[in-house]
């Protein structure tokens, strides 16, 4: 009867190594998702941000260009001399 317990006793400590590790694992993985989620976040709300900067950047480059060609170089006055 003594092997039979010390049989059982050992497979009581591993389920509780594994049931440790599972916790671990678990909670492993949830740090993993909420960095995950977190990040994903960071990147959306970065890309929101760049884009509405190039949308700035290409209406300023539009108004460059119209001053250029109104007022320094009026296409008018552009003449190709061949």
Not at 40 to 60: C, F, H, N, P, Y
């Amino acid at each position: 009867m003594l092997v039979g317990r010390e049989k059982q006793d050992r497979i009581r400590k591993e389920n509780l190594h594994r049931y440790a590790r599972g916790k671990k694992h678990k909670e492993k993985k949830r740090h993993i998702v909420d960095y995950i989620v977190k990040v994903t976040d960071v990147i959306g709300k970065k890309q929101e941000l760049l884009a509405q900067r190039t949308k700035d950047l290409m209406q300023l480059r539009q108004t460059h260009i119209t001053d250029l060609t109104t007022y320094i170089f009026p296409v008018t006055d552009v003449r190709l001399d061949r």
